[in-house]
């Protein structure tokens, strides 16, 4: 789950030439399909024309709807995309199930969102048989979107929050979460108020080796985790809620290691400051995927607009668009093709496995409360 | 028109309307809906109206939650003495001392203090900070080798921070009451002897208690429920109610409590909105007595100057 996104970049006029070949086999397959009206539960496409919806309301993250993204499939069918801001995936659910279903009809989700907002009623699952790349996203990623064998989550990019520290401060590269606990932190740790932080003691202590289990951590064990984090009192200096904040706590010398986000690391790279991202065997659940799903309460016409428009995204030079203006590695590799080399070594899509490395993708936890609960107690107990 | 005319209900009704609405929209309305949502439930990701004070079991039986509301208690207590004890002065010499273009001090104080919310808290940060102007003057003069991170990431910076977050709200207050305390009374206290201190406390401060009282009231709602500078510039054990009020609907996916424990919020901040019309009836009551003490004061010499006349 992620509050920032990278800055906007403007995309080359060829996407929109491009564009046609992909909405092509979109309007195809649209054609092809002949499937009548159907309940919210059921993963068939009805029949609409994406031409007479009049606007397609999309809910996604800053940085993730860049003008080289909308325009190509506005020009296209003559549908004007409208885009609001997720802040958290707990703000989105919030707002679904409070009648954001009639409100918008795309909406970008976490691989850990997918399984709450299918429960809240308020997506519906998907007709993957509409997607002519799917089969060519990677599986690891497309997987962690199915609930109950039905996809009601279309993929679109992932990454992790990696370790970042200074090199200033660590000479030594650390290979385990465990380093966070050396005395050469004391007063230098910043962690992440989200629970994820929950999942550096968890794979501290091995619980990571069932990636299974880091989504249904009994109270024990719970107890355990918070006991272990409760023993960097000392080292942690204060705990960080955006991206900007972390960014400036590194800049400004505050902090020397943290638990962080990809763009964070791109961030302080860019701006050349003396930092580096270690590489774990024990990553835990750092790993997260997102994608868009479609609103329970979409019509005929906007669903067929959002299968065009999702086709779009996760089509090469689409795909290709939106990890320009995230920074984000898409799901889809073919979007290498028209991605620069930096671009590509950036967002690990040179060698994808290597650049996901031992994390795991974050789930829906069985009981956020209790997760939560502890995070807070974590956080309290460590002034 | 006639019937209107006919009845005073209704031209009351037809004033009082568009505040009612107004009132009933972003007042009535949300605050009920909070009311009902900490009375419920979550179950399976839906919100369920059980109608239980479970909620408020959960807040008030565990030190988590109980610790950070009286910790942000008495933040907020402390952040108001500070506000106010810094206001006063400010206030008290733009009032007394500055002759001319008070309005523009007045103006000057107001910018100054209303600088956007968070740029005033990252402000501190850097200021306070490693690479900080403090530690910069510190390393500069001697006083310390290295920069310290002690300044910054410590309640204390919470308090300094949320102190000049408030003081704008408690300054107002006291400035505005203190304009309308007459200069002659002071002259006349002057002229009876009362040095500049017993000026102060004995006329200036009964007159301007409602606006002190205001005031504390504005700092320490503010700082009760203030998220971003105990996130900013806290550490780990600074974060308050508020942050875990957020936690719960951003994180814990358990909107009730989170309600439950905006519903103590509210709760807490009307106690202290109480305390403006308590100081008021308290004034209004030892003005009222020392005005019976005087007459009668008063009235005993006279009676003897009878007495001596009638000799």
């Known amino acids: ?152 989550t279309l993929s679109e990019d992932w990454g992790k929050n990696p370790f970042i520290y200074s090199t200033n401060v660590l000479k030594t590269p650390p290979t385990s979460w465990a380093a966070l606990w050396s005395p050469q932190l004391k007063g230098q740790v910043s962690l992440w108020e989200d629970v994820s932080l929950i999942w550096i003691g968890a794979s501290v202590l091995g619980y990571d080796k069932n990636p299974e289990q880091l989504f249904h951590l009994s109270q024990a064990q719970l107890t355990a985790i918070k006991n272990k984090m409760l023993q960097l009192k000392g080292n942690v200096r204060t705990v960080w809620n955006s991206g900007g904040d972390l960014i400036q706590l590194f800049a400004t010398h505050e902090v020397g290691a943290a638990q962080g986000w990809s763009f964070i690391y791109n961030e302080l790279k860019a701006k050349h400051e003396p930092v580096a991202e270690a590489k774990l065997a024990d990553m835990g659940a750092q790993g997260w995927a997102e994608g868009a799903s479609l609103s329970s309460d979409i019509s005929a016409n906007c669903e067929a607009a959002a299968y065009e428009f999702l086709n779009w995204t996760i089509a090469p030079k689409g795909a290709a668009a939106l990890a320009a203006s995230s920074g984000y590695t898409p799901s889809n590799p073919g979007a290498a093709t028209y991605m620069s080399k930096k671009l590509i070594e950036q967002t690990g899509l040179n060698n994808p496995k290597a650049f996901l490395g031992s994390a795991i993708f974050k789930q829906a936890l069985a009981d956020p409360q209790a997760y939560n609960q502890t995070m807070e107690e974590i956080i309290a107990g460590l002034h | ?79 108001a003495v500070l506000a106010v004890a810094l206001s006063l002065p400010l206030a008290h010499f733009i009032s007394f001392r500055v002759k001319r273009h008070q309005f523009v001090w007045f103006g000057a104080v107001v910018v100054a203090l209303w600088l956007g919310y968070l740029l005033c808290i990252i402000g501190w940060r850097l200021l306070l900070g490693r690479d900080g102007v403090i530690n910069g003057i510190l390393t500069g003069i001697g006083v310390l080798k290295h920069p310290t991170g002690g300044l910054v990431f410590n309640s204390v910076a919470v308090i300094i921070v949320q102190t000049h977050l408030a003081m704008s709200f408690s300054f107002i207050p006291i400035f505005v009451v203190m304009q309308r305390v007459p200069h002659r009374l002071m002259q006349a206290a002057a002229d009876l002897g009362a040095g500049r201190w017993r000026q102060i406390i004995e006329v200036e401060m009964p007159l301007i208690g409602v606006g002190v009282t205001i005031g504390a009231v504005f700092a320490f709602v503010l700082s009760f429920g203030d998220y971003l500078a105990p996130t900013l510039v806290g550490d780990p054990g600074s974060l308050g109610i508020a942050n875990l009020a957020a936690g719960e609907f951003e994180h814990g996916l358990d909107w009730p409590v989170g309600a439950a424990i905006g519903v103590v919020m509210i709760v807490v901040v009307l106690i202290a909105l109480m305390l403006p019309p308590v100081t008021i009836a308290i004034s209004r009551w030892i003005s009222r007595t020392r005005l019976e003490r005087g007459v009668q004061h008063l009235a005993v010499p006279t009676a003897a100057a009878g007495d001596v006349a009638a000799r």
């Not at chain 2, 009612?20 to 007042?27: D, Y």
């Not at chain 2, 809906?33 to 807040?59: G, P």
């Open chain 2, 1 to 79: 028109m006639t019937l209107i005319r006919k009845h005073r209900w209704l031209q009351a009704m037809i004033l009082i309307a568009p505040a009612a609405i107004w009132g009933a929209f972003f007042i009535v309305f949300p605050v009920f809906d909070a009311v009902k949502m900490s009375l419920s439930q979550m179950q399976y990701y839906h919100l369920v109206s059980n109608w239980t004070l479970e909620n408020f079991h959960t807040i008030f039986s565990n030190s988590l939650y109980t610790d950070a509301l009286v910790r942000s208690v008495t933040r907020g207590l402390i952040v």
């Open chain 1, 1 to 152: 789950m992620r509050i920032e996104r990278g800055p906007k970049k403007s995309r080359s006029g060829a996407i929109r030439a491009s564009l046609l070949g992909a909405i092509g086999v979109g309007v195809a397959m649209l054609v092809a399909a002949c499937g009548g009206s159907s309940g919210p539960s059921q993963a068939v496409a009805r029949a609409g024309n994406p031409k007479a919806c009049s606007s397609l309301n999309l809910y996604t993250w800053e940085g993730e709807a860049p003008a080289s993204l909308l325009k190509p499939f506005e020009q296209q069918y003559g549908v004007p995309v409208k885009v609001s801001y997720i802040t958290s995936g707990a703000e989105s659910l919030a707002k679904m199930a409070a009648g954001g279903a009639k409100q918008y009809d795309v909406i970008f989700d976490g691989s850990e969102d997918t399984l709450p907002m299918k429960e809240a009623g308020v997506i519906k699952p998907l007709d993957t048989s509409k997607f002519p790349e799917y089969s060519k996203l990677f599986p690891f990623t497309t997987k962690t979107f199915e609930v109950g064998g039905k996809v009601y």
